[in-house]
């Protein structure tokens, strides 16, 4: 069994930072990659960021592009977005997520992760 473990969202006023954790644990799995989504109230999950394991490939949203940087150890399957000059409408429930081997990963696309934390809120006031 795999289990992503999410940490680090909170309340925050407009122009602040916050950074996420996930990381992955339980049995030893193959993992192409790590990536974050999120899901604002009657909206669907969306992706945001993400990064392969191989290349060190980053890949990002665009309305989020310059101001959250997504990074990551692989040896120990943890994943990080650190999330600058943050705006109410980045207000959502962040999820981690994380691919299980399956082939043709492709980071923007949420049926490459075959593993899913439990969401952590993000709330940005204005």
């Known amino acids: 069994q795999v289990q992503l473990v999410e940490s680090g969202g909170g309340l925050v006023q407009a122009g602040s930072s916050l950074r996420l954790s996930c990381r992955a644990s339980?049995?030893?799995?193959?993992?192409?990659?790590m990536g974050w989504f999120r899901q604002a109230p009657g909206k669907e999950r969306e992706f945001v960021a993400a990064?392969?394991?191989?290349?060190?490939?980053?890949y990002y949203r665009d309305s989020v592009k310059g101001r959250f940087t997504i990074s990551g150890d692989s040896a120990k399957n943890t994943v990080y977005l650190q999330m600058n000059s943050l705006k109410p409408e980045d207000t959502a429930v962040y999820y981690c997520?994380?691919?299980?081997?399956?082939?043709?990963?492709?980071?923007?696309?949420?049926?490459?992760?075959?593993?899913w934390g439990q969401g952590t809120q993000v709330t940005v006031s204005s």
């Open positions: 990064l392969t394991w191989s290349s060190g490939n980053t």
């Open positions: 339980g049995r030893t799995f193959r993992n192409y990659g």
């Open positions: 997520a994380a691919n299980d081997g399956r082939p043709y990963f492709s980071a923007r696309s949420s049926s490459s992760y075959g593993y």
